[in-house]
């Protein structure tokens, strides 16, 4: 697992108040998780801070740990 995912479980995790051991990168945020819209949008803003990267506000295809670790990486790359 990446740096960058092992981080993104962290911040969710923390958020969810959930075990990072239970969350993988096939978690999905809602189902599997029960995280609501709003605690996406705190996730994403927490995101924003751990990566130091802005998230865009359309998160519509974002379902999985793994969607959300692969979205990160982009945007990281993206700022160099």
Do not use: Q, W
């Not at 108040?17 to 978690?27: F, L, P, Q």
């Not at 802005?54 to 982009?74: A, H, P, R, S, W």
């Amino acid at each position: 697992m990446s740096e960058i995912a092992s981080k993104v479980i962290e911040v969710i995790a923390e958020r969810l108040s959930k075990d990072a051991d239970g969350i993988t990168e096939a978690s999905n945020v809602i189902a599997d998780l029960g995280a609501d819209s709003l605690d996406i949008a705190e996730i994403m803003m927490d995101l924003e801070d751990a990566f130091g990267v802005k998230v865009e506000e359309d998160t519509e295809g974002l379902n999985t740990i793994g969607d959300i670790v692969k979205y990160i990486e982009g945007k990281v790359a993206e700022n160099g």
